[in-house]
């Protein structure tokens, strides 16, 4: 039997990964991508809502997480008029291996006046090459280097320059549609890989990530653009741009330590390829 196409399925024990959750680094080892969304589910789910929307999510991805069942935590730091915080902890064989924080706030009118603003915007990919559809479509990945700027093949990007992904991420939790703050948090996890993926792939594995939001996405589909990447004695910090069809989002950034022993390289990598649905 096929499994569902979702990062984790509930059980009694807690959410179990299925193998879209597996990561690259490690085939015993949960994806941030898949974590980053079970954290933010969980954070909205406890303290979303009542007019308050979400618009900073802070992930320490400080231990691995093993495939084996996972449970969340969350608690209420601050509850006020127009600003909420929430915590919350991934928990499994009874120990913290990712933490998390949320910020909602209570939209309201903008100020008067202008504001300074960078010229340039990232962009979909065009019609031609990812139609907009309601089916699961593979991630596209971008290249400024690339001829056609976008394709579903990670090798072809594979070079030192600037990388942006368009994607329709799984569901957290099988058999719910995630909501626009999961799609945000598991668009937001690839800063590391937008921005550490170099011309001998990635060997940079982020320990963290901040996603700061203006407004959430719009439908399914979310992109990220790599702004900048900077590193030194194997530390690293990488920022990027999110957003949508409508235009930019918000911003991330992520921090990351060398693993090149474990680098991981796409030469070669044919295109992504959607797994049948059971």
């Excluded at 009542?50 to 991805?61: C, E, I, M, N």
């Excluded at 069942?69 to 209420?76: D, E």
């Excluded at 006046?113 to 596209?140: M, Q």
Aim: charged content about 20%; glycine content about 10%.
């Amino acid at each position: 039997m096929n499994s569902p196409l979702a990062f984790f399925d509930t059980t009694p024990d807690g959410y179990v990964a299925l193998p879209f959750a597996v990561s690259r680094w490690s085939p015993d080892m949960v994806s941030g991508v898949a974590l980053c969304g079970l954290l933010a589910r969980a954070l909205e789910n406890g303290h979303g809502g009542d007019g308050f929307v979400p618009t900073r999510l802070t992930v320490d991805l400080f231990r691995p997480a093993r495939t084996r069942p996972l449970t969340t935590a969350t608690t209420t730091v601050r509850e006020g008029k127009r600003i909420r915080v929430a915590d919350a902890e991934l928990l499994q064989d009874g120990e913290t291996v990712a933490r998390a924080s949320a910020v909602f706030l209570r939209p309201s009118e903008q100020p008067p006046g202008e504001v300074w603003t960078r010229d340039r915007r990232p962009s979909p990919p065009p019609a031609s090459i990812a139609p907009p559809t309601d089916a699961l479509t593979p991630p596209y990945f971008g290249s400024d280097s690339h001829p056609d700027g976008w394709s579903t093949s990670m090798f072809e990007h594979q070079g030192v320059s600037r990388k942006r992904m368009w994607a329709r991420h799984l569901p957290v939790v099988a058999g719910e549609e995630p909501s626009q703050f999961e799609r945000a948090a598991m668009a937001g996890e690839p800063t590391s890989l937008m921005t550490n993926w170099g011309s001998e792939g990635v060997g940079f594995i982020n320990v963290d990530l901040t996603l700061v939001l203006a407004r959430l996405p719009e439908g399914p589909d979310v992109g990220i653009e790599a702004d900048d990447h900077i590193s030194s004695d194997g530390l690293a910090v990488g920022t990027a741009t999110m957003f949508d069809r409508g235009g930019p989002i918000g911003t991330c950034v992520v921090s990351a330590l060398s693993n090149a022993r474990r680098q991981v390289d796409f030469a070669g990598q044919g295109e992504f390829e959607i797994p049948a649905t059971n």
